[in-house]
């Protein structure tokens, strides 16, 4: 009993110990984050040298403002081939994925009933054109009246009417590429029975191709005709150029964007229609343009700011930002050339904390 007594005194003690040595110990940190913090903080405030800073000194270079928007490549023309008229396929004159010019026979249809109809009415064409000859003749020799010859015109005329009518019929049996382009992968084959609801294959014409794009309303103005375009496809790193040459008369109101079109050439087949397209757009060029680094700027509750030293101190300046590239920012208003804008620090900086500045070139 009398070792327990004496464990639970020496526990008590070695708690008790433990309890004032952490006392001291905070005493000990307090004493010195106190007044001994307070020296320090006034050696990094105005007393002292300042936080060490990057910057860059303000200067103008030419900008060229540009829009980035997604755009899809389209063909030139493009038609998905059908038959007017139903009827058995007797012929398949192309070859699927190649190149087909203008005018050429691509898809025929069994026309031999047709044939034997334009037959007979070339037969009563030429009867009733020989019947009109001759009442004529008579006419002129005042044999018959003149309501008589015009029975016999009226009949001829009827005939070759339907002799026309049947030569429409018979071209409609024969499919024929409307524009020269490169046709797709068929869908009949000989002694098929086509219908008008059948697609036979795409045809498309995809030198140059279209850009189709849309830009945002408060773009609209800088869109010009003409404007040059670059842009880009998943499919390769190379960058491709274009041309303006349509523009939508007027603004979208689901999406307030403007619908752009522009031509590019494509003499290697590269772009394919249907590819996506990263569009760059080119809006205005700013001859003496001030540009700043992105993370120079800080967002405020009313717009934006940034810090500048002045006599050794950092300041901070509204600013009003214009268009936005990966690296930099175009200062519209609140810089002029000469300003040493900070770069660095941000977050820790405070108005008229002192700083230490190392100037940077400026990305280009």
Same mark, same amino acid.
């Given at each position: 009993?009398?070792?327990?007594?004496?464990?639970?005194?020496?526990?008590?003690?070695?708690?008790?110990?433990?309890?004032?040595?952490?006392?001291?110990? $905070?005493?000990?940190?307090?004493?010195?984050?106190?007044?001994?913090?307070?020296?320090?903080?006034?050696?990094?405030?105005?007393?002292?040298?300042?936080?060490?800073?990057?910057?860059?000194?303000?200067?103008?270079?030419?900008?060229?403002? $540009?829009?980035?928007?997604?755009?899809?490549?389209?063909?030139?023309?493009?038609?998905?081939?059908?038959?007017?008229?139903?009827?058995?396929?007797?012929?398949?004159?192309?070859?699927?994925?190649?190149?087909?010019?203008?005018?050429?026979?691509?898809?025929?249809?069994?026309?031999?009933?047709?044939?034997?109809?334009?037959?007979?009415?070339?037969?009563?064409?030429?009867?009733?054109?020989?019947?009109?000859?001759?009442?004529?003749?008579?006419?002129?020799?005042?044999?018959?009246?003149?309501?008589?010859?015009?029975?016999?015109?009226?009949?001829?005329?009827?005939?070759?009417?339907?002799?026309?009518?049947?030569?429409?019929?018979?071209?409609?049996?024969?499919?024929?590429?409307?524009?020269?382009?490169?046709?797709?992968?068929?869908?009949?084959s000989v002694g098929e029975y086509l219908t008008p609801t059948t697609q036979i294959a795409n045809l498309?014409?995809?030198?140059?191709?279209?850009?189709?794009?849309?830009?945002?309303?408060?773009?609209?103005?800088?869109?010009?005709?003409?404007?040059?375009?670059?842009?880009?496809?998943?499919?390769?790193?190379?960058?491709?150029?274009?041309?303006?040459?349509?523009?939508?008369?007027?603004?979208?109101?689901?999406?307030?964007?403007?619908?752009?079109?522009?031509?590019?050439?494509?003499?290697?087949?590269?772009?394919?229609?249907?590819?996506?397209?990263?569009?760059?757009?080119?809006?205005?060029?700013?001859?003496?343009?001030?540009?700043?680094?992105?993370?120079?700027?800080?967002?405020?509750?009313?717009?934006?700011?940034?810090?500048?030293?002045?006599?050794?101190?950092?300041?901070?300046?509204?600013?009003?930002?214009?268009?936005?590239?990966?690296?930099?920012?175009?200062?519209?208003?609140?810089?002029?050339?000469?300003?040493?804008?900070?770069?660095?620090?941000?977050?820790?900086?405070?108005?008229?904390?002192?700083?230490?500045?190392?100037?940077?070139?400026?990305?280009?």
């Amino acid at each position: 009993m009398k070792k327990r007594y004496i464990f639970y005194i020496i526990l008590a003690l070695g708690l008790a110990y433990l309890i004032y040595y952490r006392i001291t110990e $905070n005493k000990k940190l307090s004493g010195d984050g106190g007044p001994g913090k307070g020296a320090a903080g006034a050696k990094g405030g105005a007393g002292g040298p300042g936080i060490v800073v990057e910057g860059i000194v303000v200067a103008t270079q030419p900008f060229n403002s $540009n829009l980035e928007i997604s755009g899809t490549i389209e063909p030139n023309e493009s038609v998905a081939l059908r038959s007017e008229v139903a009827g058995l396929v007797t012929g398949i004159y192309f070859k699927e994925g190649t190149n087909v010019s203008k005018g050429t026979l691509l898809v025929k249809i069994n026309d031999r009933d047709i044939q034997a109809q334009l037959r007979d009415a070339q037969t009563k064409q030429n009867l009733s054109a020989t019947s009109e000859g001759r009442a004529k003749q008579l006419l002129q020799k005042g044999a018959i009246s003149q309501e008589e010859y015009d029975t016999s015109l009226a009949a001829f005329q009827s005939f070759q009417s339907q002799t026309q009518l049947i030569r429409a019929q018979l071209a409609r049996t024969s499919i024929i590429a409307p524009f020269s382009g490169k046709i797709g992968l068929r869908n009949i084959s000989v002694g098929e029975y086509l219908t008008p609801t059948t697609q036979i294959a795409n045809l498309m014409s995809i030198n140059p191709v279209k850009v189709t794009f849309s830009v945002p309303e408060k773009y609209v103005s800088l869109i010009k005709l003409n404007s040059t375009i670059s842009f880009k496809t998943d499919a390769s790193s190379k960058t491709y150029t274009g041309k303006v040459f349509a523009v939508e008369p007027g603004i979208s109101q689901d999406t307030r964007t403007l619908q752009i079109r522009a031509l590019a050439p494509n003499p290697n087949g590269e772009l394919l229609p249907g590819s996506f397209a990263q569009v760059k757009l080119a809006l205005t060029t700013i001859n003496e343009a001030i540009l700043v680094p992105t993370e120079a700027i800080i967002p405020v509750l009313k717009g934006k700011v940034v810090y500048v030293t002045r006599d050794g101190k950092a300041q901070q300046v509204p600013v009003e930002a214009g268009t936005r590239t990966a690296e930099s920012i175009l200062i519209t208003s609140g810089l002029k050339v000469g300003d040493t804008v900070l770069t660095t620090g941000s977050m820790s900086l405070k108005p008229d904390a002192p700083v230490k500045v190392n100037i940077v070139k400026p990305k280009q």
